[in-house]
């Protein structure tokens, strides 16, 4: 009896497991993954196939795959009864490259991967290989341990940065290859900056050598602490010695400005830089020579933008340019850009003028004295922002009755416009007027 009992239990497990172990199903028995490249199931197991052959010695219950490129595929297989592995094959069925777990990650500015395998470098730690849109490696796995693409938010980047890729090897330091895996800079340091397209800073030791992508010494370690890009523009390089900073010029490394101790200097607007250690602080060109005389006003800004600066003087603002031309007298309490916004003040002169009021406003500014509230503002037009595209949208705003109008010519004159019964800006940015008694239309030339 107890062997009977013992039988019949075999038998009812035994069906149990048969059902558990019968194969799922197939979401599909063909698919095409990549230019004649299948996955082909069967008895519920994928297999990767071209030409009726077998691409990769593996069975999958869940593949995964992603077209990196017109010629790459990558496969991440999740497999119940052997070994995971991760595939990436060209559009021959070629195995490029195999391991127990790897990612790619593109590049935001090239046609360029970067492969990264936890297991790479020496099969002990992360390495990482670099290869181009066909599959053919640049950087071979197990050289480097990383590679630093830059980053794709152009905020954050300038132009330089995307010259070169930064390389690591912990322990050992950091360098630099091309976008063709040359090295330029070999990783034995503790950082390294481009300074221009072919001229880069190496730091070891607590001091900075300036070297060209030929590993040509420009500046010899030693001589200075910390090297950094100069003005936009010139020949020159910000240095630090120590506290003290200076300009000097690349080339002869004369010094060209004294910033003294924690000294600095920053673009403020086009041309122009302002040297922050020294109140008030002083505004200077290119050749280092004051441009503007920062004692006559109590506070100076870039005004939307790099083109006009805005000034205050017992507590009352305007807008001149860069050679102090004025643009907006300095007689207001407030200045505002016209522009659609969720600034309440911007928002609500958008809709006591009743005009839709997009990107044209960045040559219209509104200029108050008193409240906000009050409702009574000055229109001024700057007219080397008056752009060709804008014209229809800026010569609608001109033409409501509401408000003053200013218009600055470039030479320094403010010409009111008020009085016209039409006013139109042309694109040759002459401007069209009709008097309010005679029907004629005049032009003026009011261009630089």
């Known amino acids: 009896m107890k062997n009977n009992i013992s039988k019949y239990f075999a038998l009812i497990l035994s069906l149990t497991l048969l059902g558990v172990c019968k194969a799922r199903p197939c979401e599909y028995s063909k698919k095409e993954l990549l230019n004649g490249i299948y996955f082909i199931c069967k008895d519920g197991y994928y297999t990767i196939q071209k030409n009726g052959k077998l691409v990769a010695p593996q069975k999958y219950t869940l593949p995964e795959f992603s077209k990196i490129s017109n010629h ?9 009864k052997l070994p995971e592995t991760y ?131 420009l500046i010899p370690s030693g001589k200075y602490t910390r090297i950094r890009k100069g003005l936009k523009g010139t020949d020159t390089l910000i240095v630090n010695k120590g506290d003290n900073v200076f300009i000097i010029d690349k080339l002869s490394q004369k010094i060209r400005l004294d910033l003294g101790k924690y000294g600095s200097i920053k673009s403020f607007v086009d041309g122009i830089w302002e040297i922050g250690n020294k109140k008030p602080n002083q505004l200077v060109n290119k050749d280092f020579k004051k441009v503007i005389n920062t004692a006559k006003y109590d506070y100076l800004e870039p005004f939307y933008g790099k083109k006009l600066i805005k000034v205050s003087k017992n507590h009352k603002s305007g807008v001149i340019t860069k050679n102090e031309k004025i643009v907006i007298p300095i007689k207001y309490d407030r200045i505002t850009r016209l522009e659609r916004s969720t600034n309440i003040v911007n928002y609500y002169l958008n809709m006591f003028l009743n005009k839709s009021v997009h990107k044209g406003g960045w040559a219209i500014y509104a200029a108050q004295i008193g409240r906000w509230e009050d409702k009574k503002y000055d229109l001024y037009v700057y007219l080397d922002a008056a752009e060709p595209r804008f014209l229809a949208e800026i010569n609608d705003v001109l033409n409501d009755k509401s408000h003053k109008k200013f218009v600055f010519d470039g030479k320094g004159n403010i010409i009111d416009i008020s009085r016209y019964s039409s006013v139109k800006i042309l694109l040759n940015r002459k401007i069209k007027l009709k008097e309010s008694f005679f029907p004629s239309w005049k032009v003026v030339n009011l261009a630089k």
């Open 87 to 217: 595939y990436l094959l060209n559009d021959n069925g070629d195995i490029l490259y195999q391991a127990k777990h790897f990612f790619l990650e593109k590049s935001p500015f090239h046609k360029l991967w970067k492969l990264v395998d936890h297991h790479g470098y020496e099969n002990t730690s992360m390495g990482t290989a670099l290869l181009d849109e066909n599959g053919n490696f640049l950087v071979t796995m197990g050289k480097y341990q990383n590679i630093s693409f830059p980053r794709e938010d152009e905020y954050y980047i300038d132009k330089y940065n995307k010259n070169y890729f930064h390389i690591n090897i912990f322990h050992k330091g950091v360098g630099l290859i091309d976008f063709k895996g040359h090295e330029i800079i070999p990783p034995k340091y503790e950082k390294v900056e481009e300074i221009s397209k072919h001229d880069i800073a190496t730091y070891k030791n607590g001091d900075v050598m300036l070297v060209d992508d030929g590993q040509k010494v």
């Open 72 to 80: 790459l595929l990558f496969i991440k297989p999740k497999n119940n």
